[in-house]
């Protein structure tokens, strides 16, 4: 079992960067693949990015390619969302999620952070 908590989320205005981090407890984070997911305001939660149990594989919805990065730190359990050319339609919670098999979809993923709020102001 894995327990999540994420930070940096924070009120920007477009254009900026942010640097999302999710901290997991355990000593088998690295037998997970984690992933990033988002969730608007009246909208279902969405793939955001997600990334391989040695970081070999990555995979990002279209829309933020070129703009985000994902990224992990096995030695200290913890993965990365870098947030770079930020626009209003970023704004939502962000959560990571461990699973045992990367996946696009948030019913693949076992454990779930309690989020943290990413809002852009244009």
């Known amino acids: 079992q894995v327990q999540l908590v994420e930070s940096g989320g924070g009120l920007v205005q477009a254009g900026a960067s942010l640097r999302l981090s999710c901290a997991a407890s355990?000593?088998?984070?690295?037998?997970?693949?984690m992933g990033w997911f988002r969730q608007a305001p009246g909208k279902e939660r969405e793939f955001v990015a997600h990334?391989?149990?040695?970081?070999?594989?990555?995979s990002y919805r279209d829309s933020v390619k070129g703009r985000f990065t994902i990224s992990r730190d096995n030695a200290k359990n913890t993965v990365y969302l870098q947030m770079n050319s930020l626009k209003p339609e970023d704004t939502a919670a962000y959560y990571c999620?461990?699973?045992?098999?990367?996946?696009?979809?948030?019913?693949?993923?076992?454990?779930w952070g309690q989020g943290t709020q990413v809002t852009v102001s244009s």
């Open positions: 999620a461990a699973a045992s098999t990367l996946g696009r979809t948030s019913l693949e993923y076992s454990y």
């Open positions: 990334i391989s149990q040695t970081g070999g594989v990555i």
């Open positions: 355990g000593r088998t984070f690295s037998s997970y693949a």
